[in-house]
């Protein structure tokens, strides 16, 4: 049993993680938001972040805090900035300072969108600021002894009040246009919990793409969502990126190659209908 610290433990990501942790290791949650998966209601820009991670002391940081609406990152830098990239190297620093590991939670945004199938090989060329300072941010985690990063993108799940793809799709009250040109391999949170799990028993260290097995587009994925969920597919509107005129550019031919993250983690990923299907039963069995 290790001693796990997760940042942004209030988030979407976060609090998945810290729940399906917290049965196998002594789990600790940080966060500025107070929330049932945070013991410690913190900024990671304090200037005495420190001491509160010390008296913590994990073995494991998964930093997964950041600011992730791409838009707003564009309009907002230097918020963009110190949320991403300076309390990533807070991060860093206290693991350098204390021989602790790092487990950070990139995006498949560090790439271009140009090419399809990106694997851990490929170049990176993020063409928003999101991008940007989560690229700045691996690379100030690459300075330590022993890290992780994995890149996973469109990560869907059932969240209560939360703002992820799936539930903006189960909140559909009227007609919303749907890009059909931009081009990712959504990863169910549970699968993501599962990688990054499974990645802490074998000590694994590295930059993995830790995306879903399946390349679709964004259309076609609410197309799925409406069919599984019975929503009225009238509702979705095809659509093209640049229609959207959305503030910050976007990565479109962004799939992802995952295989090598599974082959080592010895996991067998559902596909997206899959994932949509255990959703929706475990919703139903909730109400």
């Given at each position: 049993?290790?001693?796990?610290?997760?940042?942004?433990?209030?988030?979407?990501?976060?609090?998945?993680?810290?729940?399906?942790l917290?049965?196998?290791?002594?789990?600790?949650?940080?966060?500025?938001?107070?929330s049932?998966?945070?013991?410690?209601?913190?900024?990671?820009?304090?200037?005495?972040?420190?001491?509160?991670?010390?008296?913590?002391?994990?073995?494991?940081?998964?930093?997964?805090?950041?600011?992730?609406?791409?838009?707003?990152?564009?309009?907002?830098?230097?918020?963009?900035?110190?949320?991403?990239?300076?309390?990533?190297?807070?991060?860093?620093?206290?693991?350098?300072?204390?021989?602790?590991?790092?487990?950070?939670?990139?995006?498949?945004?560090?790439?271009?969108?140009?090419?399809?199938?990106?694997?851990?090989?490929?170049?990176?060329?993020?063409?928003?600021?999101?991008?940007?300072?989560?690229?700045?941010a691996?690379?100030?985690?690459?300075?330590?002894?022993?890290?992780?990063?994995?890149?996973?993108?469109?990560i869907?799940?059932?969240?209560?009040?939360?703002?992820?793809?799936?539930?903006?799709?189960l909140?559909?009250?009227?007609?919303r246009?749907?890009?059909?040109?931009?081009?990712s391999n959504?990863?169910?949170?549970?699968?993501?919990?599962?990688?990054?799990?499974?990645?802490?028993?074998?000590?694994?260290?590295?930059?993995?793409?830790?995306?879903?097995?399946?390349?679709?587009?964004?259309?076609?994925?609410?197309l799925?969502?409406?069919?599984?969920?019975?929503i009225?597919?009238?509702?979705?509107?095809?659509?093209?990126?640049?229609?959207?005129?959305?503030?910050?550019?976007?990565?479109?031919?962004?799939?992802?190659?995952?295989?090598?993250?599974?082959?080592?983690?010895?996991?067998?990923?559902?596909?997206?209908?899959?994932?949509?299907?255990?959703?929706?039963?475990?919703?139903?069995?909730?109400?």
């Open positions: 049993m290790a001693k796990i610290l997760v940042t942004g433990s209030a988030g979407f990501v976060g609090k998945n993680i810290f729940n399906f917290k049965n196998k290791h002594k789990s600790y949650g940080i966060s500025r938001r107070l049932e998966t945070t013991t410690h209601p913190y900024d990671l820009n304090m200037k005495d972040i420190e001491k509160v991670l010390d008296s913590i002391n994990p073995d494991i940081i998964i930093h997964a805090a950041a600011l992730t609406s791409v838009d707003y990152c564009e309009t907002h830098q230097s918020e963009a900035r110190k949320s991403n990239v300076s309390a990533t190297e807070n991060m860093v620093n206290w693991c350098k300072k204390n021989n602790k590991k790092l487990i950070y939670i990139s995006t498949d945004y560090v790439y271009a969108g140009l090419l399809n199938n990106y694997d851990e090989e490929s170049s990176t060329e993020p063409v928003n600021l999101y991008g940007k300072t989560k690229l700045e691996e690379l100030l985690v690459q300075n330590l002894k022993d890290w992780c990063i994995l890149r996973p993108t469109v869907y799940g059932y969240d209560i009040g939360g703002n992820n793809f799936l539930m903006q799709m909140a559909l009250k009227e007609k246009k749907i890009p059909c040109d931009q081009i959504p990863i169910d949170i549970k699968v993501f919990c599962e990688y990054v799990s499974k990645a802490i028993d074998i000590n694994l260290s590295g930059i993995y793409v830790a995306t879903g097995p399946e390349t679709i587009n964004r259309y076609e994925f609410a799925l969502i409406a069919k599984i969920f019975e009225d597919k009238r509702l979705l509107e095809k659509t093209s990126t640049v229609s959207l005129n959305q503030v910050a550019k976007r990565p479109l031919n962004n799939g992802t190659n995952s295989s090598r993250l599974r082959s080592i983690l010895s996991y067998k990923s559902p596909t997206i209908e899959e994932s949509l299907i255990n959703i929706k039963n475990q919703v139903s069995k909730a109400h």
